[in-house]
């Protein structure tokens, strides 16, 4: 079966410090990825996606980055934290190539820049 | 530009069923109906989807209007653990995301 991890759970960080989230997805082979970021109290933002490695797509415009070293790693990063980057980070995946477009979330990490 | 409207909060009796209306009158022919839902502090879940026909699964049925105008989640006996948000969303079938809105708040009641 599948299974999607994201680390770590919890973070907290100051304004202008690096951040990087690791996402891997097991039990599938090349999954479509992605970053999502929902703030307190909102809806699900999609930041990034990603349909193979090295190929990103960005939805908006932000402080944020995103990369795919292999094939079932994602991973988003800044270089300088803001205090807007707060929030809950979710990675998801969905299966490529398939017409219907379920997708399967990570537990998420809740993100505080202070 | 959200495609769907959903009522922003309701409640529901333990054990009765909970009726979730979705309304998506711009929607198109390749595009399909899913719900998620995410109890708090998790990732979503995803639910059912659909694109014309009446579907049900082990978690709950999703009627479709004829006209695909409009939509129906069905929980056919609502726990205490279906306290979530519900998210309807139209998505098309040769796109890679889905757009989640504010969906509805369900408050299942002992």
């Known amino acids: 079966s599948q299974t999607i991890h994201q680390w770590p759970a919890t973070l907290v960080q100051p304004v202008g410090s690096p951040l990087s989230l690791e996402c891997t997805v097991e039990?599938?082979?090349?999954?479509?990825l992605y970053w999502y970021r929902q703030a307190a109290g909102r809806g699900l933002q999609l930041l990034f996606y990603?349909?193979?490695?090295?190929?990103i797509s960005s939805e908006v415009p932000q402080n944020l980055s995103a990369s795919r070293p292999q094939d079932r790693q994602f991973i988003l990063s800044s270089k300088k934290l803001l205090l807007s980057d707060s929030g809950f980070y979710l990675c998801?995946?969905?299966?490529?190539?398939?017409?219907?477009?379920?997708?399967?979330f990570g537990p998420g990490t809740r993100l505080l820049v202070l | 530009d959200a495609k769907t409207t959903q009522p922003p909060s309701m409640d529901c009796a333990e054990g009765r069923a909970a009726n979730l209306p979705c309304n998506h009158s711009?929607?198109?022919?390749?595009?399909?109906v899913y719900w998620y839902r995410q109890i708090h502090s998790q990732g979503p879940q995803y639910i059912i989807h659909?694109?014309?026909n009446n579907e049900t699964n082990e978690m709950a049925s999703l009627i479709i209007t004829e006209d695909r105008k409009s939509s129906t989640l069905i929980l056919p006996h609502a726990t205490l653990r279906d306290t979530a948000v519900y998210y309807c969303i139209v998505g098309d079938i040769n796109d890679y995301k889905l757009s989640f809105g504010a969906g509805t708040t369900v408050t299942v009641r002992a």
């Open positions: 659909g694109l014309k």
């Open positions: 039990g599938t082979s090349n999954p479509n």
């Open positions: 998801a995946w969905s299966i490529l190539g398939q017409l219907q477009e379920t997708q399967y």
């Open positions: 990603s349909v193979g490695i090295g190929q």
């Open positions: 711009t929607i198109s022919g390749n595009e399909y």
